[in-house]
């Protein structure tokens, strides 16, 4: 069974840096691309970073440049390093898999989740 945990949410002052960390459980990096997504109070989920099997990398215009996605495969973790943050960057912050392997953050094509992360970052 597939099983995915985030840690590393909290509060930040605008200008500062947080890192999301996604533990996965139940199957190797090598089978699945994780990604992370948030999701806006009232708002549908949406793709923040992607990473596939192989290493290939999407962010979401909106974060370029400020987040990076990593993986450190020797413990079977997603890292996702989130700089300059701003208060537009308030959200829940979910990890997924997919069995798709590429790297687009295609929503639909994501069928395992955490419970999510309370990322606020006050202005």
């Known amino acids: 069974e597939v099983q995915l945990a985030e840690s590393g949410g909290g509060l930040v002052e605008a200008g500062g840096s947080l890192r999301l960390s996604c533990t996965a459980s139940?199957?190797?990096?090598?089978?699945?691309?994780i990604g992370w997504f948030r999701q806006f109070p009232g708002k549908e989920r949406e793709g923040v970073s992607c990473?596939?099997?192989?290493?290939?990398?999407s962010y979401a215009d909106s974060v370029k440049g400020r987040f990076t996605i990593s993986n450190d495969s020797g413990k079977n973790t997603v890292v996702l390093e989130m700089n300059n943050l701003e208060p537009e960057d308030t959200a829940v912050y979910y990890c997924g898999a997919s069995d798709q392997l590429n790297h687009y953050c295609f929503t639909y094509e994501y069928n395992s989740w955490g419970r999510g992360t309370q990322v606020t970052v006050s202005s």
């Open positions: 139940g199957f190797t990096s090598e089978d699945y691309a």
């Open positions: 990473l596939s099997s192989d290493g290939r990398r």
